[in-house]
């Protein structure tokens, strides 16, 4: 376990590289020990210290590059995605990176704090629907209005997302923790669980993947699919198909939002509801199943973006 920090003081390690930009900055996050439940050893790999505080930055770096490489992103194209933030928030800071300005289609999900964040990074953000499928729809019409306008990054369909994950994060995990027996995640776009599956599938098949749901009805875990009112992405069928997640566990709101302020944040985890919704399908799987082992929960957000989630009383 040669990356998995035991404790919190040893970030200095990544210190002693220097990056030449913040795209290098993307990746490479790392592995902390929460602790155990019942038979199982937890730990978190902390996707929160990427650059703007999400996972969402190897898959929009990775869509990003490729547009670039295979001369479909221009000079002069506007950045164009549905998002329900975390997405948004990379695509506005990477496309800036890039050179380019962004056009966000969000929804009912996003933060104060990314809302700021976007406008900090000069996006134009358009607010449609309760999805992000719904947003997705909208983007089709918009570049039907306006052709050549945008570069259309579609983080739904476009597989240089799952690639990213599968390339990088998947192997992450293995180098640092070659004993690990269980990966939990949450399906947003599913391109997380798509890339990291695919690659365990292939190279480690022991390892058991989970992953958390959102419960029907109530309010919505920002970065987890419902079922039903949510579009269904190449990457959850492709899931489905593949029969590639052993265990979901069906999470809600209010559930998410209290394991982060009494469960992760009490022990230092500066994560968000995603996390926090990921934890609750860990619990239940562990319940449910009996498991023994070392379990990596891949904690997707930072609680820096979703203090006004986390804390409603303090920003009403
Ligand atoms: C913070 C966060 N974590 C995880 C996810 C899920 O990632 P994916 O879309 O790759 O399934 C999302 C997606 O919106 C997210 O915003």
């Not at 996707?47 to 295979?70: H, Q, V, Y």
């Not at 449910?288 to 930072?302: A, E, F, K, P, Y």
Request: with cysteine; net charge neutral; proline share 3%.
């Amino acid at each position: 376990m040669k990356e998995v920090f035991k404790n919190l003081n040893k970030g200095e390690k990544d210190m002693k590289k220097v990056f030449k930009n913040h795209q290098e900055r993307v990746g490479n996050t790392p592995i902390v020990r929460w602790g155990m439940y019942r038979d199982v050893e937890i730990f978190l790999k902390l996707e929160g210290t990427n650059p703007t505080g999400s996972l969402k930055d190897r898959s929009a770096l990775a869509i990003i590059k490729n547009k670039l490489e295979n001369g479909e992103l221009k000079k002069g194209m506007r950045l164009l995605d549905a998002s329900s933030g975390s997405f948004a928030c990379s695509m506005a800071y990477f496309g800036n990176r890039f050179g380019f300005k962004s056009v966000v289609v969000v929804n009912k999900k996003l933060t104060r704090i990314n809302d700021m964040f976007l406008q900090g990074q000069e996006a134009e953000i358009i607010h449609y629907g309760d999805v992000t499928g719904d947003g997705y729809r909208r983007c089709l019409e918009m570049i039907q209005e306006s052709p050549g306008k945008y570069c259309f990054l579609d983080q739904l369909n476009n597989w240089a997302s799952p690639q990213a994950h599968y390339d990088s994060t998947a192997p992450e995990i293995i180098e640092a923790m070659p004993d690990v027996d269980f990966i939990a995640a949450s399906m947003g776009s599913g391109a997380t669980l798509c890339g990291i599956s695919t690659f365990i599938n292939e190279k480690k098949p022991e390892v058991k993947i989970i992953a958390s749901n959102g419960k029907m009805g109530g309010k919505k875990i920002a970065g987890t699919f419902v079922e039903g009112p949510d579009y269904i992405t190449p990457f959850i069928k492709s899931l489905q198909e593949k029969k590639l997640i052993d265990f979901i566990g069906y999470v809600s709101y209010e559930q998410a939002i209290n394991h982060v302020r009494q469960d992760l944040m009490t022990k230092g985890f500066n994560v968000g509801p995603q996390t926090g919704g990921v934890f609750e399908a860990v619990i239940q799987a562990i319940d449910t199943l009996n498991l023994r082992g070392n379990l990596v929960i891949i904690s997707g957000d930072h609680s820096w973006k979703n203090m006004d989630k986390l804390f409603p009383e303090m920003f009403s």
